[in-house]
């Protein structure tokens, strides 16, 4: 039982951080959503899931990446 409380606090821990460093990186950038749905193709309600921690569409987040010219590293632990 402990197992999956842990599992349960751990996804929503990064599912916050993953959706944080997407905004951070939309403000930094100085970008309204619009600006960029536009110049990256993804919907405007797609990248607000994002920063609201949905990271379920790893093509888009892999789209930002490029954008952004970051990386993206998935951990498992």
């Known amino acids: ?4 409380k842990n599992f349960k ?4 821990e990064l599912k916050y951080d993953f959706g944080r ?6 403000e930094n950038a100085e970008l309204s959503f619009a ?5 990256t193709g993804i919907g405007i309600v ?4 994002m920063e609201l921690g949905n990271f ?7 789209k930002l990446a490029k954008f952004y010219d970051k ?3 998935i ?3």
């Open 1 to 4: 039982m402990q197992d999956k």
């Open 71 to 73: 990386k993206v590293r």
């Open 9 to 12: 606090k751990n996804h929503l």
């Open 56 to 62: 379920h569409l790893l093509g888009f987040v892999f």
């Open 21 to 26: 460093q997407v905004r951070l990186l939309r």
């Open 35 to 39: 600006e960029l749905s536009i110049r």
């Open 46 to 49: 797609s990248l607000k899931a």
């Open 75 to 77: 951990e498992f632990y």
